[in-house]
Nanobody
Framework: QVRLVESGGGSVTTGGSLTLACQAS????????VGWFRQYPGNERVGVAA??????STYYTSSVKGRFTISMTENTAFLQMNFLKPEDSGMYYC??????????????????WGQGTQVTVSS
């Protein structure tokens, strides 16, 4: 059974940094894709970053380009977040093996979600 567990969230002030980690069990990163989603209260989860292993390609939503970096090892995915802003606050979820071209979003019985980790950036 695949399980993804995020860690590294917390509270920082504007300009600070956090590194989110996503530890996998029952799964090895590198076969397809890994991604990170953010969710504001009452809103849908939206893709923030994705990494496609076979193409060695990374994608970032425009608001985080140049500040966030997605990476992975065999069983851990990371999201390095620098120069954080209040609008970066939210619940962050990692995903794996989801749909290509959709930030690796799981769906239709394909892919896996983590349980989320909270990021709070205060001004």
């Amino acid at each position: 059974q695949v399980r993804l567990v995020e860690s590294g969230g917390g509270s920082v002030t504007t300009g600070g940094s956090l590194t989110l980690a996503c530890q996998a069990s029952g799964y090895t990163f590198g076969s397809h894709c890994v991604g990170w989603f953010r969710q504001y209260p009452g809103n849908e989860r939206v893709g923030v970053a994705a990494l496609y292993s076979r193409q060695n390609s990374t994608y970032y939503t425009s608001s985080v380009k140049g500040r966030f970096t997605i990476s992975m090892t065999e069983n851990t995915a990371f999201l390095q977040m620098n120069f954080l802003k209040p609008e970066d606050s939210g619940m962050y979820y990692c995903v794996a093996d989801g749909k290509a071209g959709a930030w690796c979003r799981p769906g239709g019985g394909v892919g896996h979600w983590g349980q989320g980790t909270q990021v709070t950036v205060s001004s």
